[in-house]
């Protein structure tokens, strides 16, 4: 059981480039959340899926994209990377949205040159 | 948008000590969470709470939920060197947001 993982552990880009962020749970939770995380911001919701096959812009979700591909995984895409997206980039699940334990994946380190 | 101050934004304490730390908000929340971010990890649940007034236990760490649900404590009793890293509060409105974070140190 590994709760939820997330590939690549690190990245770098430069600008213009796209790439996705893959996220995968096994513990068969409905709902999935993708964050990033700044200095001095705490965390803040890029997108999540409720369930599968819905999803819903969060707090900062420009210039990103998300797909469910099914109950298990939930993908962010950036279609042309900037700078700005320099970041740390939390996926996590839990069983419902209204249940306040979320399970995080271990990051991915993003750089965007 | 909601949104919450967390303090202080990092302590340098010796090992022994207890900790205290506390987010206010502009805005009442339904939920109050406590998670702790290891170096390296995602951040995992300490306590949730979800009473005006309530005072929960995990260990040596005790939280409580503000009367005014605008604010949330979090002390750490007995500090060991295994209690460094990031704690973050959350607060639960129309939708969950962070604090900005208290980096930990405990010097041995």
């Known amino acids: 059981n590994a709760g939820v993982t997330q590939t690549p552990k690190f990245q770098v880009l430069k600008t213009g480039q796209s790439m996705t962020l893959q996220c995968a749970q096994d513990?068969?939770?409905?709902?999935m959340y993708w964050y990033r995380q700044d200095p001095g911001m705490g965390l803040r919701l890029i997108y999540y899926?409720?369930?599968?096959?819905?999803?819903d812009k969060g707090e900062v979700p420009n210039g990103y994209n998300v797909s469910r591909l099914n109950k298990r995984e939930f993908s962010l895409r950036l279609e042309s990377a900037a700078p700005s997206q320099t970041s740390v980039y939390f996926c996590?699940?839990?069983?419902?949205?209204?249940?306040?334990?979320?399970?995080f994946g271990p990051g991915t380190r993003l750089t965007v040159l | 948008g909601q949104q919450l101050n967390q303090s202080p934004q990092s302590m340098f304490i010796q090992e022994g000590e207890d900790v205290s730390m506390n987010c206010t908000s502009s805005?009442?929340?339904?939920?109050w969470l406590w998670y702790k971010q290891d170096p390296g990890e995602g951040p995992v649940l300490l306590i949730a709470?979800?009473?005006?007034?309530e005072l929960t236990s995990n260990g040596r760490l005790t939280a409580q939920f503000g009367i005014t649900r605008k604010d949330s404590f979090l002390n750490i009793s007995a500090s060991i060197p295994s209690d460094v890293g990031i704690y973050f509060c959350a607060g639960r409105g129309s939708r969950l947001t962070f604090g900005e974070g208290t980096q930990l140190t405990v010097n041995p």
């Open positions: 805005s009442i929340f339904n939920t």
């Open positions: 996590a699940s839990n069983a419902d949205k209204y249940t306040d334990t979320q399970y």
């Open positions: 709470l979800y009473k005006a007034g």
């Open positions: 899926s409720a369930s599968e096959g819905t999803t």
């Open positions: 513990m068969n939770h409905n709902s």
